[in-house]
């Protein structure tokens, strides 16, 4: 695991650690930057001025580096983190967390959907015994894909942890260092947080947020790739499509016998003679899909286990602007 900065946090002529770390991942969303970046600095100067701003690019392509860079130059709080190219968002939050000085880190994402005024009242759910502060958005103010696709994810995410998760919650959240280290012990090849975090069963407490339209720009998820995520994290964290191939299998099995069964049935009780060939190629016809469909899982879950024997890094990071 990274060790955290050691990088203090200037106020006047004193220097005072780093108590709040706000972590942003940020994928082509140049012209909300300077917006988001001013709004977070006058809710931390209220709430918790010894703090710092940790913005993850995540490869982007439309000068939302160039952006950092320059808000960097105006705010020594400001810390930029460059990946090499776009590596997901799971990843950057990752290496936010990582890189971050904060006892307590928060989470927020870049478009402005989860106002930063709302920061305040996760800092103050996080109590002394309470280690994790996930959001549930009132109403989420998307597109109607965008929405199913996200209630979608979020079923499977309540399927996978038992239950434990809300149907609108959000990437919105604040947790403390103990659940990065508890993180770190996992050494999956692919990490969705939410389902890892719901996994731990860390104290946790949640609180309801508001969800604003985004002010400009397409969503970075649009319905197909939450579909893609949404297998992914099924893959990743239950061997349910395993059990699934062997429920059809067993079906398979069962409608063989039940098929011969009446065959011979009307063969020898009715004297009927029913086509075989047309039987035949029905039969054929469903088992190569059971077949096929059952390659096609344990062909994703060894593709899984190719990945993590690789153990490549999460991330390749180009440059820290510390």
Known sequence: MTKPSARLALRGEKLTPVKVSVV?????????????????????????????????????????????KKLRETDE????????????????????????????????????????????????????????????VKKRKDGLLRVVGSRLLMRLGRLISGNRFQLNLSSFRALRRSVLEKIETCTDRSRYLAVLMSWMAVP????????????????????????????????????????????????????GFLLTAFLLYQRFVNGILVDGLVVMCAVFAFFAGVQLFSIGILGEYLGRVYLQVQNRPDYIVEKVLD
Not at 220 to 225: D, G, Q, S, V
Request: with cysteine.
């Open 24 to 68: 942003i991942p940020v994928f082509n969303e140049a012209g909300l930057l300077e917006e988001l970046c001013e709004r977070l600095t006058r809710v931390m100067e209220q709430c918790e001025p010894h703090y710092e701003l940790v913005f993850v690019d995540d490869g982007s392509t439309d000068g939302s580096y160039e952006r950092l």
């Open 204 to 255: 946790t407490v949640e609180i309801e947020v508001e969800h604003h339209p985004r002010p400009s720009g397409d969503t970075k998820y649009p319905f197909f790739n939450l579909v893609r995520l949404a297998w992914d994290m099924v893959t990743g964290y239950s061997n349910m499509p395993l059990r699934l191939v062997t429920y059809l299998g067993i079906a398979g099995s069962c409608l």
């Open 77 to 136: 709080r400001v810390k930029v983190i460059r990946f090499t190219r776009n590596f997901g968002q799971q990843a950057a939050v990752l290496a936010g967390f990582r890189n971050s000085a904060g006892p307590v880190m928060v989470q927020i994402d870049s478009d402005l959907q989860n106002p930063p005024e709302e920061i305040p009242k996760l800092l103050a759910a996080m109590t002394d015994d309470v280690d994790l502060v996930t959001t549930v």
